[in-house]
């Protein structure tokens, strides 16, 4: 049945999804990643919608507000807070130690990500042709290694970067 019901419900999802997420600016794949994820919730917990069709049109439009409200509440920084105006001792402290911690972190990463991600960093702003003939590797695989890389680079500092003490 639960494969019947997804079957039925993905054009009218997609459908939806195209036309909200347009009209949100978000990326139509993410508000349907996010109705499924609602609706297996629901049908884990044995409570199928009454009204499939129904129940995905507010599901969808439950997801937009719900995004419409992070949008309104999430603003990027135009610069770390460290490297702001205000540019008193502690904050170049600060911002020399994430350089540090980011350089040693580069450093302990496998195979050829230290030296891909070296001259990504570098201050003389390499391009990927460039990068390319230093490391010796076609410029077409620059992009998916730098992906692997940073895979990696993620993992690593994700402990030293964790927000300590207890969650939820």
């Known amino acids: 049945m639960n494969h019947d019901l997804v079957a039925a419900l993905r054009p009218l999802l997609t459908a939806e999804a195209s036309a909200e997420a347009h009209a949100l600016g978000a990326d139509p794949g993410d508000l349907e990643q996010a ?31 719900r995004a419409r409200r992070a949008a309104s509440r999430e603003h990027a920084y135009g610069t770390e807070p460290a490297d702001g105006e205000a ?8 911002a020399a130690a994430r350089r540090h911690a ?58 030293e970067v964790a927000v300590g003490g207890l969650r939820g």
């Open 35 to 65: 109705v499924w994820l609602r609706l297996l919730e629901r049908l884990a917990a044995g409570a199928p919608p009454p009204d499939p069709h129904g129940w995905l049109r507010r599901a969808v439009r439950c997801e937009v507000r």
């Open 87 to 94: 540019r008193g001792p502690e904050h170049l402290v600060l």
């Open 102 to 159: 980011l350089r040693e972190a580069v450093r302990r990463l496998p195979g050829r990500c230290p030296r891909l991600l070296e001259a990504l960093l570098s201050p003389r702003d390499l391009t990927y042709r460039e990068i390319a003939g230093e490391l010796g590797i076609s410029q077409g695989s620059l992009g998916p290694e730098r992906s692997r890389c940073l895979a990696c680079l993620r993992r690593l500092l994700a402990p």
